[in-house]
Nanobody, 119 residues
Framework: QVQLVESGGGLVQAGGSLRLSCAAS????????MGWYRQAPGNERELVAA???????DYADFVKGRCTISRDNAKNTVYLQMNSLKPGDTAVYYC?????????????WGQGIQVTVSS
């Protein structure tokens, strides 16, 4: 298992920046992938950015060029730097970690953190 704790959300004006942090309770070397997802009211949860164990990153089209996912292995922390924020980025952002459990891959979620972008 892994516990994930997000921080860094809040209220920001359109065009501003935020950096979200997700602290994991275990080393990244035992985690297959880390990611950030978001869910706005009435919408399904969607992928924002992910980092695989080999360092490969994936971004949703709606954040390409505006967001960067990174990690600090020493701190077991993954970050999501978000720039040029838009009101449409308003959502609860969730950190996720994928771990192998036997023959299965299990996804763990953080509690979520609110990001609100005002126009």
């Amino acid at each position: 298992q892994v516990q994930l704790v997000e921080s860094g959300g809040g209220l920001v004006q359109a065009g501003g920046s935020l950096r979200l942090s997700c602290a994991a309770s275990r080393s990244f070397f035992s985690i297959n992938a880390m990611g950030w997802y978001r869910q706005a009211p009435g919408n399904e949860r969607e992928l924002v950015a992910a980092m695989r164990s080999g360092g490969r990153t994936d971004y949703a089209d709606f954040v390409k060029g505006r967001c960067t996912i990174s990690r600090d292995n020493a701190k077991n922390t993954v970050y999501l730097q978000m720039n040029s924020l838009k009101p449409g980025d308003t959502a609860v952002y969730y950190c996720a970690a994928d771990l192998v459990s036997g023959a299965n891959m299990v996804r763990y979620w953080g509690q979520g953190i609110q990001v609100t972008v005002s126009s």
